[in-house]
């Protein structure tokens, strides 16, 4: 099936500084990418969706100020959490729709740390 | 949008037993349905699938009952093991120009050797 590469697995970092997350698709094209969040002992919850070739779609609640979703290419979509705190420790993880015959496909996940 | 509710949030078993995972949802044009076993840490990862055009799929000790009039689906895991236990959930598509899923709140299954 499509490989979703996501990176970094895990970072710590400061709080007030931004952390920048990348998802790859490796054998395909992903026009759109969905980037979820997840905290410990809940649900995943999307908070946007990346379009490339135009700007992300935010979810009721999610600061789009905050997390910058950039969707350069076919192949690459990136958040950045901006100005992180440790409220925002999570796990972040981004996934390309399931499709008319096919499933979604989920990068690893990123395991932030903001301490 | 979409709504999905999955009860119950944990299921303890006894090791052959069968389990079994419900979920419903609010949007009566959502038409893809799957199940996903996550482990700590780990992305999701797909165990089984309906859409909405069959009634039941099964594939080995795992199944999946839709009904579209009720709006809610089921998954079945028979002969439980334990490494069956793991975070369940259930997630229903609504339509669009792309297919954005919803999750549900997720079961917590143990499997007792």
């Known amino acids: 099936g499509a490989v979703v590469s996501q990176h970094p697995s895990r970072v710590i970092c400061k709080s007030g500084t931004s952390v920048k997350i990348e998802c790859r698709s490796l054998?395909?094209?992903?026009?759109?990418m969905f980037w979820y969040r997840q905290f410990p002992k809940q649900s995943l919850m999307l908070m946007a969706t990346?379009?490339?070739?135009?700007?992300?779609?935010?979810e009721q609640g999610v600061e789009k100020d905050k997390f910058l979703i950039n969707h350069a290419s076919l192949t690459l979509s990136t958040l950045t959490v901006t100005s992180a705190h440790p409220e925002d420790s999570s796990f972040y993880i981004c996934?390309?729709?399931?499709?008319?015959?096919?499933?979604?496909?989920f990068g690893q996940g990123t395991r932030l740390t903001v301490v | 949008g979409e709504n999905v509710e999955q009860h119950p949030s944990t299921l303890s078993v006894q090791e052959g037993d069968s389990a079994v995972i419900k979920c419903t949802y609010s949007?009566?044009?959502?038409?893809?349905f799957p199940w996903y076993k996550q482990e700590l840490g780990k992305r999701p990862q797909l165990i089984i699938d309906i859409r909405s055009n069959v009634g039941e799929k099964k594939d080995q000790r795992i199944a999946v009952t839709l009904n579209k009039t009720a709006k809610h689906f089921s998954l079945h895991i028979t002969e439980t093991q334990p490494e069956d236990s793991a975070v369940y959930f259930c997630a229903a598509t609504s339509r669009g120009s792309y297919q954005k899923v919803t999750f549900g709140t997720g079961t917590k299954l143990q499997v007792i050797p």
């Open positions: 996934s390309v729709p399931p499709g008319a015959n096919t499933e979604a496909f």
């Open positions: 990346s379009n490339e070739g135009s700007k992300a779609t935010y």
């Open positions: 054998d395909f094209q992903a026009t759109t």
């Open positions: 949007d009566s044009a959502s038409n893809y």
